[in-house]
C-alpha cells in the first residue's frame, strides 16, 4: 500500500518554494539570476558567491491578492544573509509598507531557511538585520506579516528575531527555531550544556512542535504544500494583530541543567 | 603411548585457573580483566566478536587492560578491527598477530602498527574465508562473544544481531576452546536459543549493553540526482534486461537510490514481480517502500540493523524470523547465500584500473575487504542455471556454464579532482611496502561483467578480448585519465555492437533524474511507508 | 584604568548619576531617569551580574532576563522623555536553558520595545561603550535613531567574538587581519564599523571608563543635539541615505532601487 | 583562493532562452547560460578548488561537441565533480531548448 508522501516543501529550493506558495502561474521574479548581483565580499575569503546572493524575491498574488515572498535558500551558506540578500528583504517589506500606505495592500510571505547573518559579511548583515526588524515591525501596523519556517536549515540568529516579530509563524515538524545553533551552544559552553550532535533533543528544544506548543509558532502544519499553502492563505485571512512578546513562564534557571528540563517538559 | 586430549585438558586447566571469579558460569564484569588473565596463555589464538555491526566491547577492553607481562603474543582473529582497543592490543605488545577482514576505521593506526613492526599481518581476508580458516588452520583457542541475553543454563539470545556469534562458537567449543560471553542481561528464560548453552562456558552481564552500529542506514536526504540517474540505467540496463531475480545490493547511496526507484520508475516499467524478488541483504530502511510496494518475497540478512526491529517482526513473510518474532540473522549463512544462490551483486569501489580490478585500499591505510570478495565473484561451484545467470555466457557448446552478474556501480570521480578510473591501483604500492605477496584487491576485473558511471554500462562480459574490454572501460569513465585515451570511433562501434550503452541507448532520459523519482525522500518519508514501524535512530532524526 | 567596573556601568553612572532608578529589573540591567542638558532622558545598560539567575547570563550578555530586562525599560520609558542606549554587551548568552526557553523571543522584544517606542515619537539614541556584538547588539543599540561611539580600541563590533571566529573559521590572527582589511564589515574595529556609515558621531576619550569633563561635555553636546534634532527619530532603513553611507551601502541602494523600479511590472 | 578559468568553443546552433540551474552548495555548482550571437560557446569557471583546469576543459570540450551551442555559459563551482557538472550542463541545455 502506498501512504501519502507529502508535496515537500523542505524538498523545494528557494525559488521553487516561492514559486509553489504564490497563486499558479502568478510567480515573477525580481532581480533574478541573471542580474547578476553577486556578493562582492566572497572571493577575498575564498568563498564563491551565487547569481542571487542566496535570496529570491518574487513578485504574485496569493489567495488572488497583490503578493511578494522572500525566500532564503539555505544551500548557500546555510542561508546565511549578508548585504544584497539582506537588502532584498529589506526593500521587499518598505515597499510593501509603501503599497499599504498607499491603500493597493502587498501580502507578504518571509520564506526563511537561514543560519542567521552572514560570518563573511559579518557588520553588512546586521545592518541589514536591523533595517528588516524595523521594517516587519513597520508593515505589520498596516496588515500581517507572515513566516514560514520549514527548510532544512530552521531559522536561527538574527533571522530568527525577524521571525518572532512577525504576527504569524508557520512551521512545520523538521523546522528548527533558535537563537543560537546548538552546534555554537556546544562550541561556546560544552557538549554537557548542549550535545549537538543528539538530534532528538536538538528537535525537543528548537523543532517546530516544541515551538508550536510555546506558542512561538502560530500554526504546526505537515510538510506538504496544499497544507502550508493553506495554513498561509488563513494567516492573512484571519488577520490578527501582533501580540506584544511577554516574557513566558519558565522553570527555575537556577535548577540543574537536566532538572531545569525536565521541569520544561523536556527529556535530555 | 602420546596423549588425544591435550587441548581438553588445556581447557579444563584454563578455567580452573579462572574459577574463583566464577559462580555458576557468570563472573562479574569488574573481574573481566582478572579472567582473562586467568584463561589466556601466551601465543593463544583468540577470537574477537567484532564486526561493522556488532561488537564484544566489555571483553575487548578488558582484553586490552591484561598485564602484557602475563599475557602477550596473543594471535588475534577479527571480522573487522574496528574500535580503538583493538589497536592497542598491538601497541601494549598483548597480541602480535592478527588474521582479519576489514578495518575500516582503524585502518590508519593499523598501517602505523605494521609498519613499526608491532604487529604482522597473516593474511586479509574476506568473511566467508576467515570464517571457514576458523575450522582448519586458525581455530581459535578462546572466543569472546557478545550477545543480548543469557539463561542459568548459558544458552544465548542474539536478538536481530545474530551475524557470526554461532560461527565463532561452533569453531570455538568443538575443538575445546573456551567460549566466553558478554550479554546484556541474564534472563531466567531466554527469548529465543541462538546458541545452545552447552557450547558456551561462561557469561559476563556488560557493564554497558554491547556497541552496535546503524551502519546500513542511508539517508534519502542525501542521495543526488547523478546517483539517481545510475540507478535507473542499472534497472532498465541490468535489471529488466536479464531479469534478475535474486540479488545483494552493497551500502551506498547510489544502491539506496536503486531500492528507492522500484516502487517509481520500476513500477512504471511494469518490472513488479519480474525483478528484485530475493535479496540477501541486511534491513535497509530504504528497502520499505519495495517492500511495502509488494516488490520483494525475502530478505535474508547477514546482521541486524538498528530501528528496524520493529518494521522486521512485522514482515515475517519476508524477513527469516524467530518463533519470538525477532529478526535471525546470520552472517556466515548469508555470505553463502549471496555468493551461491544469487544472480548478481552489485557494489561500489574507490578505485578501478582500466582491467575493472577495483580496490578499497588507498595509501597509508589497510582497509581490507568485509564481505564484497564473496558477493563480487563468481562462484565456480554454482550448477543451478537461472535465465540471468545463463545470460551472461555466449557458448553455445553442449557443455556450458552461466555466470554471477557482478556489477561495479561508481562515479568517474570521488571528489571533484579525485578520479575513480586509475592507470594503477593504490593497492599495487600498499601492498609492496606492507609486504604482502598478493596486491589487496577488492574484486578482481575477471569477475566483473558490468561497470556503471553516470555516463553509460559497460557490458564487459560482452567483450571479445582484453582489448575491447579495456576500450569499453574507457568508453563509460569520463575525463578520468582512462576515460581520456577513449576513442570515439570505437565508441560509437561498442554502442551498436551493445558492449557500451549510454543513458540514450537504453531508454533512460537524463532529464528524469530527480529526487522526485525516490519514492521516499527523507527519513521521515521511510517511516511513513512503514507505517510507524521504523524507528530510526537519533542521528538521523530530524524531527 | 580599571576594568573592575564594566564599561556600561561607568557611562551609566556617569550619565544616570542622581537619576530615579527604574525599578523591576533584573540586577543586570540598569535603567534610570535623569536629564540630559534639560531634556528628559532614559539611560539603559546591561551590565554582568555575577549573581544573575541563569548562569550562562553572569558575564555581561544579553540573556533571557537582560533581554526582557531591556524591553521593560523601554517599554516604561516617561511620556516626552528620549532613551538612551548605553552599549556594552559581549554577545548574546550560549546555553540550552536560553534556546529552550527562546532568546529569539526575548531579544525580539527588546527590538520590538525598541522599534515602537522610537515610532511613538521617543528619540533614541545609543552610544557604544564596550562591545557590541551581534544579537545584544541588536537587541540593545541597533534600533537607535542615532548611533555614537567612542573611538577606542576596546569598542568591537562584530556578529561573533573574537575567540569564537578564530574558532569557527579555523583561521589563524594573521588571515583574519588580511581579510579585516579587504573587506572591512568583517573588522571588529569602531573606525571600520564607521566606514560602513553605521556611526554618526565617534568621540575620543583618553580614559574609556572615566571621560575628563571635557570630553563628557562634548559628548554630552552631541547626544543632546541628536536627540533634539529628530536624529534619534529615524528608522535604521534611513541610515542608508547618509552621506557616509552612500559610497559604503551603494548595493544596499541599488538593491532598493532596482527593486522597486520592478515591484510592480 | 577562488580560481576563474575561462573557454571558448566554436559553435553553431542556436538555443531559444536562458537557463539557470544548480546552486553553490559543497559537491554543487551554478550554471547561468544565455543565447549568445557570436558564432562561439564562452564559458567562465569560477571554482572555490583550484588545480583542476584540465578537467574542466575537458568536460566542456566534450559538452560542446556534443552540443555545439552558441552560448554564454557562466559557472560557479563549490567542488562539483564532472558528474554533477555534466548533469547541469544537460539539465541547462534542456531548460534552453
Not at chain 2, 547510489?254 to 534491513?283: F, H, K, M, Q, S
Not at chain 2, 575491447?468 to 578520468?480: H, K, N, Q, S, Y
Request: net charge negative; aromatic share 6%; proline share 5%.
Amino acid at each position: 500500500m502506498t501512504p501519502h508522501i507529502g508535496d515537500s516543501y523542505a524538498e523545494r529550493n528557494a525559488r521553487e518554494r516561492a514559486r509553489t506558495l504564490l497563486d499558479p502561474g502568478t510567480f515573477r521574479e525580481l532581480l533574478d539570476p541573471f542580474a547578476r548581483m553577486r556578493s562582492p565580499y566572497l572571493a577575498a575569503q575564498g568563498v564563491v558567491s551565487q547569481s542571487d546572493d542566496g535570496v529570491v524575491v518574487a513578485r504574485g498574488t496569493l489567495g488572488g491578492v497583490r503578493a511578494c515572498v522572500a525566500a532564503t535558500d539555505g544551500r548557500f551558506l546555510g542561508g546565511a544573509i549578508g548585504e544584497i540578500g539582506g537588502a532584498k528583504i529589506a526593500a521587499s517589506l518598505e515597499l510593501a509598507r509603501r503599497d499599504a500606505e498607499r491603500g493597493t495592500p502587498t501580502r507578504v510571505v518571509l520564506a526563511f531557511d537561514s543560519g542567521g547573518i552572514r560570518l563573511q559579511e559579518a557588520n553588512l548583515g546586521l545592518l541589514a538585520i536591523a533595517e528588516i526588524c524595523d521594517a516587519v515591525a513597520a508593515l505589520r501596523t498596516h496588515q500581517p506579516v507572515v513566516a514560514v519556517i520549514a527548510g532544512r536549515v530552521g531559522v536561527y540568529g538574527g533571522m530568527s528575531i525577524v521571525t518572532a516579530l512577525c504576527n504569524e509563524v508557520i512551521v512545520t515538524e523538521g523546522a528548527r527555531v533558535g537563537l543560537n545553533g546548538p552546534d555554537v551552544v556546544e562550541t561556546e559552553a560544552g557538549a554537557d550544556e548542549f550535545d549537538a550532535s543528539n538530534r532528538p533533543l536538538v528537535w525537543k528544544v528548537t523543532g517546530g512542535r516544541r515551538r508550536f506548543a510555546q506558542g512561538h509558532a502560530t500554526a504546526l502544519v505537515a510538510d506538504d504544500m496544499p497544507d502550508i499553502r493553506a495554513a498561509v492563505e488563513d494567516a492573512f485571512v484571519r488577520n490578527r494583530p501582533f501580540v506584544a512578546i511577554e516574557r513566558p513562564e519558565f522553570p527555575d534557571p537556577g535548577l540543574e541543567r537536566e532538572a531545569f528540563l525536565r521541569a520544561y517538559g523536556i527529556t535530555p | 603411548m602420546s596423549a588425544w586430549d591435550t587441548r581438553r585438558i588445556r581447557k579444563n586447566q584454563r578455567l580452573a585457573r579462572a574459577a574463583s571469579y566464577v559462580r555458576s558460569g557468570v563472573f562479574e564484569s569488574g573481574d573481566a580483566v582478572a579472567v582473562l588473565e586467568s584463561v589466556l596463555e601466551p601465543g593463544d589464538r583468540v577470537c574477537v566478536e567484532g564486526n561493522n555491526q556488532k561488537q564484544a566491547d566489555l571483553l575487548s577492553r578488558a582484553l586490552a587492560s591484561v598485564d602484557p607481562e602475563r599475557v602477550h603474543d596473543l594471535h588475534l582473529l577479527i571480522s573487522v578491527l574496528g574500535r580503538p582497543e583493538h589497536i592497542e592490543l598491538f601497541e601494549r605488545g598483548i597480541a602480535s598477530q592478527v588474521d582479519f577482514s576489514f578495518s575500516g576505521p582503524q585502518s590508519l593506526r593499523l598501517a602505523q602498527q605494521v609498519a613499526d613492526g608491532r604487529v604482522r599481518i597473516g593474511a586479509i581476508h574476506t568473511y566467508l574465508e576467515l570464517f571457514a580458516r576458523y575450522f582448519v588452520d586458525l581455530t581459535p583457542d578462546i572466543a569472546l562473544v557478545a550477545a543480548d541475553e543469557a539463561d542459568a543454563s548459558g544458552n544465548l539470545y542474539t536478538g536481530a544481531n545474530t551475524e557470526e556469534t554461532p560461527t565463532i562458537v561452533e569453531a570455538t567449543a568443538f575443538r575445546n576452546g573456551v567460549v566466553i560471553a558478554q550479554v546484556n542481561r541474564i534472563v531466567d528464560r531466554v527469548t529465543r536459543v541462538d546458541v545452545p548453552g552447552d557450547w558456551v562456558d561462561l557469561v559476563v552481564v556488560a557493564d554497558r549493553p554491547y556497541e552496535i552500529e546503524p551502519l546500513f542506514t542511508r539517508d534519502p536526504e542525501q542521495i543526488d540526482d547523478v546517483q539517481i540517474l545510475m540507478a535507473m540505467m542499472v534497472v532498465r540496463g541490468i535489471y529488466e534486461r536479464h531479469r534478475v531475480r535474486t540479488l545483494n545490493h552493497g551500502i551506498g547511496f547510489d544502491t539506496a537510490a536503486i531500492e528507492l526507484i522500484l516502487p517509481t520508475y520500476g513500477e512504471r516499467l511494469g518490472l513488479r514481480g519480474e525483478i528484485c524478488t530475493n535479496w540477501v541483504l541486511n534491513p535497509h530502511p530504504t528497502l520499505i517502500p519495495a517492500i511495502e510496494s509488494g516488490w520483494v518475497q525475502s530478505v535474508h540478512s547477514f546482521g541486524g540493523e538498528l530501528g528496524m526491529e520493529r518494521y522486521v517482526a512485522a514482515r515475517p513473510d519476508v524477513f527469516f524470523t524467530g518463533r519470538d518474532g525477532s529478526l535471525r540473522s546470520n552472517r556466515a549463512l548469508s555470505q553463502n547465500a549471496g555468493m551461491y544462490a544469487t544472480d548478481l551483486f552489485i557494489g561500489s569501489t574507490l578505485q578501478m584500473d582500466p582491467d575493472a580490478n577495483s580496490s578499497t585500499a588507498t595509501l597509508g591505510r589497510i582497509a581490507g575487504f568485509g564481505g564484497a570478495p564473496n558477493l563480487g565473484n563468481d562462484p565456480r561451484g554454482r550448477r543451478h542455471p537461472s535465465q540471468a545467470w545463463l545470460e551472461m555466457t555466449s557458448s553455445t557448446h553442449e557443455i556450458r556454464r552461466g555466470r554471477k552478474i557482478v556489477v561495479q556501480l561508481v562515479e568517474t570521480f570521488r571528489e571533484s579532482g579525485v578520479p575513480t578510473f586509475v592507470e594503477h591501483l593504490d593497492a599495487v604500492a600498499l601492498g609492496r611496502m606492507a609486504g604482502f605477496p598478493i596486491a589487496p584487491v577488492m574484486i578482481y576485473g575477471d569477475d566483473v561483467t558490468h561497470v556503471v558511471t553516470e555516463e553509460g554500462i559497460a557490458y564487459l562480459y560482452k567483450a571479445r578480448d582484453v582489448d575491447e574490454r579495456r576500450a569499453a572501460l574507457a568508453a563509460i569513465a569520463g575525463v578520468t585519465p582512462v576515460g581520456l585515451l577513449a576513442d570515439s570511433t570505437r565508441t560509437q562501434e561498442l554502442r551498436r555492437d551493445g558492449v557500451v550503452a549510454f543513458p540514450e541507448d537504453l531508454g533512460v532520459v537524463r532529464g528524469e533524474a530527480k529526487r522526485s523519482l525516490l519514492a521516499a525522500r527523507s527519513i521521515r518519508d521511510l517511516v511513513t511507508w512503514s507505517g510507524g514501524l521504523y524507528e530510526p535512530p537519533k542521528r538521523f532524526r530530524s524531527w | 584604568m580599571s576594568e573592575e567596573v564594566s564599561r556600561g556601568r561607568a557611562w551609566f553612572e556617569r550619565f544616570a548619576a542622581g537619576g530615579a532608578r527604574a525599578d523591576g529589573l533584573p540586577a543586570s540591567v540598569l535603567a534610570a531617569d535623569a536629564p540630559l542638558d534639560g531634556l528628559p532622558v532614559r539611560w539603559i545598560a546591561v551590565v554582568p551580574a555575577p549573581q544573575a539567575r541563569f548562569p550562562r547570563a553572569r558575564s555581561g550578555e544579553m540573556g533571557i532576563d537582560e533581554a526582557f530586562g531591556v524591553a521593560a525599560a523601554v517599554r516604561g520609558v516617561p511620556p516626552n522623555s528620549a532613551i538612551v542606549a548605553l552599549v556594552d554587551v559581549p554577545g548574546q548568552a550560549f546555553g540550552i536553558r536560553e534556546e529552550a526557553i527562546g532568546l529569539q523571543r526575548a531579544l525580539a522584544a527588546s527590538v520590538d520595545a525598541y522599534v515602537q517606542a522610537r515610532r511613538s515619537g521617543h528619540p533614541v539614541a545609543a552610544l557604544i561603550v564596550g562591545k557590541a556584538i551581534s544579537g545584544a547588539f541588536l537587541a540593545h543599540g541597533m534600533q537607535a535613531g542615532w548611533i555614537g561611539a567612542l573611538d577606542d580600541p576596546g569598542v568591537d563590533v562584530h556578529v561573533m567574538s573574537e575567540p569564537a571566529v578564530a574558532r569557527v573559521t579555523r583561521m589563524q590572527r594573521g588571515d583574519l587581519a588580511r581579510i579585516a582589511s579587504e573587506v572591512p564589515a568583517t573588522a571588529r574595529d569602531i573606525a571600520s564599523f564607521a566606514r560602513l556609515g553605521a556611526i554618526d558621531a565617534l568621540f575620543e576619550v583618553a580614559d574609556p571608563q572615566a571621560p575628563t569633563d571635557e570630553e563628557y561635555a562634548a559628548l554630552a553636546r552631541a547626544l543632546g543635539a541628536a536627540l533634539r534634532d529628530g536624529s534619534g527619530l529615524r528608522p535604521p532603513g534611513e541610515r542608508l541615505n547618509r552621506p557616509a553611507a552612500i559610497q559604503p551601502r551603494a548595493l544596499a541602494r541599488r538593491v532598493r532601487d532596482e527593486l522597486a523600479a520592478g515591484w510592480d511590472a | 583562493m577562488i580560481e576563474t578559468l575561462t573557454f571558448t568553443y566554436p559553435a553553431s546552433a542556436h538555443v531559444a532562452r536562458r537557463a539557470h540551474v544548480g546552486v553553490v552548495a559543497s559537491g554543487n555548482c551554478e550554471l547561468l547560460l544565455e543565447p549568445s550571437p557570436e558564432p562561439s560557446a564562452s564559458v567562465t569557471v569560477r571554482t572555490s578548488v583550484g588545480g583542476y583546469a584540465t578537467t574542466w576543459e575537458a568536460v566542456l570540450a566534450r559538452f560542446f561537441a556534443r552540443h555545439s551551442i552558441a552560448v554564454r555559459l557562466e559557472i560557479d563551482d563549490f567542488g562539483a565533480t564532472p558528474a554533477v557538472v555534466a548533469m547541469r550542463l544537460e539539465q541547462a541545455l534542456e531548460q534552453a531548448r
